[in-house]
T-cell receptor
Framework: GAVVSQHPSWVICKSGTSVKIECRSL??????MFWYRQFPKQSLMLMAT?????????EQGVEKDKFLINHASLTLSTLTVTSAHPEDSSFYIC?????????????FGPGTRLLVL | DAKTTQPPSMDCAEGRAANLPCNHS???????VYWYRQIHSQGPQYIIH???NNETNEMASLIITEDRKSSTLILPHATLRDTAVYYC??????????FGQGTELSVKP
């Protein structure tokens, strides 16, 4: 299947700082990417849809000014957690649909674990 | 998107077939059934998907009932590495994937 990468794989930061997470589709282009968050022992929660060349669309309850999304190219979307606080500590995962595969199968990155101290 | 119901947990003996059920009684005509799994601390892995016909690939088989209200994912010869949380999701192609709680499959030696 198609490959999606994320960087960094884990990050520790101080409260009040901003953290940027990158999501890349390595062998296909993605005009849309999705960002999820997962707390321990819970399921994945969809945060937002990243759209290449236009604004991201956020799910209800997700603060767009806190979680800035930029989809600068057909292979890269970034999620910036601004002014991070300990409650933002979580596992952040992105996905991208590979439309060239003959369907719309979404492939997921390996995730980024964020710890805010 | 239609909602799915899965048992919270299942056990399976190593080498035996693992049959994971999923109910999706409100599925609409253009929605597909997708299966993903998540091994601890990793991103979800795509397994298989189907619309109405049964599907098979190198990982698993997907059996969808004729009325499409339920499906079963079959891992023909489960190994310890198949221990994971398995998610059944129904959605339009290209649509958002909304994850439920999934089934935690434990493959035991």
């Amino acid at each position: 299947g198609a490959v999606v990468s994320q960087h960094p794989s884990w990050v520790i930061c101080k409260s009040g700082t901003s953290v940027k997470i990158e999501c890349r589709s390595l062998d296909f282009q993605a005009t849309t990417m999705f960002w999820y968050r997962q707390f321990p022992k819970q399921s994945l929660m969809l945060m937002a849809t990243s759209n290449e060349g236009s604004k991201a669309t956020y799910e209800q309850g997700v603060e767009k000014d806190k979680f800035l999304i930029n989809h600068a190219s057909l292979t890269l979307s970034t999620l910036t957690v601004t002014s991070a606080h300990p409650e933002d500590s979580s596992f952040y995962i992105c996905s991208a649909p590979d439309r060239a595969s003959g369907g719309e199968t979404q492939y997921f990155g390996p995730g980024t674990r964020l710890l805010v101290l | 998107d239609a909602k799915t119901t899965q048992p919270p947990s299942m056990d399976c003996a190593e080498g035996r077939a693992a049959n994971l059920p999923c109910n999706h009684s409100t599925i609409s005509g253009n929605e597909y059934v997708y299966w993903y799994r998540q091994i601890h601390s990793q991103g979800p892995q795509y397994i298989i998907h189907g619309l109405k016909n049964n599907e098979t690939n190198e990982m698993a088989s997907l059996i969808i009932t004729e009325d499409r209200k339920s499906s079963t994912l079959i891992l023909p010869h489960a190994t310890l590495r198949d221990t994971a949380v398995y998610y059944c999701i129904v959605t339009n192609q290209g649509g958002k994937l909304i994850f439920g709680q999934g089934t935690e499959l434990s493959v035991k030696p």
